[in-house]
């Protein structure tokens, strides 16, 4: 049986990626690409593939936002494509078929289009494309706030809930999260962990670190000017953002232990 698919991102490098990954699976035949949300939705309502590999950050309209605008019934297999892992836990969350966290290797890919095949060849594709649109549909169409981490290592993947992190560390274009079990290391940058982690449990404080409020011991005066922010753990972390804008966010955080 030949495999329609769709390749949906607004990126050339990845889709010309994938392509020539997906060259190797003789039995899929690229019936087109896409670089946006609308023009997807178009595509697959008219063309109705069989699979389509859709990157789930794009300008204006998100990949679940081109499923919302899709008809239940009509859904296609399909595959998410993220370069971020909080798109990765969303995927698991809302019983995607798969999910291909950048870079993935071939191997990966094929490990994706081996389960899409035995999703269509068992005929159950319809059952969990409708947790899939039930999902979508009580969803809000903004994301939310990151909740967990998903931490790749090798072939595993753990979760780390956002609330064991004391404060995260920027190293070039990745992040270091710190926490009391250890370190880890995210393919995120800082810039875009501040958009989405909620500004009443994560503040930056300063151009290389973003801290969990709730993780705050004290705060002091270092030198005229400048302040020093005292964890529960002991350390110590420089305070170069606006001292009040945090101190306001902490009134609000409910007291250790309530």
Not at 119 to 124: A, C, K, V, Y
Request: hydrophobic share 45%; glycine share 4%; charged share 20%.
């Amino acid at each position: 049986m030949k495999l329609n698919a769709l390749i949906v991102d607004d990126e050339l490098l990845a889709r010309t990626r994938l392509r020539k990954m997906l060259a190797a699976e003789p039995d899929v035949e690229i019936a087109g690409e896409c670089t946006n949300g609308a023009d997807a939705i178009d595509f697959i309502r008219t063309r109705r593939p069989d699979l389509v590999f859709l990157d789930v950050q794009m300008p204006e309209i998100s990949g679940f936002d081109v499923l919302r605008a899709l008809p239940a019934a009509s859904l296609p297999a399909v595959i998410f494509v993220t370069a971020h892992d909080q798109h990765a836990v969303a995927a698991f969350e809302v019983h995607a078929l798969d999910y291909l966290l950048k870079p993935f290797t071939p191997a990966r890919l094929k490990a994706a289009v081996d389960r899409v095949r035995r999703h269509l060849q068992s005929r159950d594709l319809a059952a969990l494309n409708q947790h899939l649109a039930q999902w979508l549909s009580q969803a809000p169409a903004a994301p939310a706030y990151l909740t967990r981490f998903a931490i790749k290592n090798g072939s595993q993947t753990t979760f780390i809930p956002v609330e064991n992190v004391d404060y995260i560390e920027a190293a070039s274009n990745y992040a270091i999260l710190h926490t009391v079990a250890g370190n880890h290391v995210v393919r995120e940058t800082l810039l875009n962990l501040e958009t989405i982690l909620s500004p009443k449990k994560f503040h930056r404080i300063s151009r290389s670190v973003i801290v969990n409020l709730e993780r705050i011991k004290e705060i002091h005066a270092d030198a005229p000017g400048d302040h020093v922010i005292v964890l529960h753990t002991g350390r110590q972390l420089s305070l170069t953002r606006n001292v009040q804008e945090i101190i306001s966010w902490m009134q609000f955080l409910k007291p250790p232990g309530q």
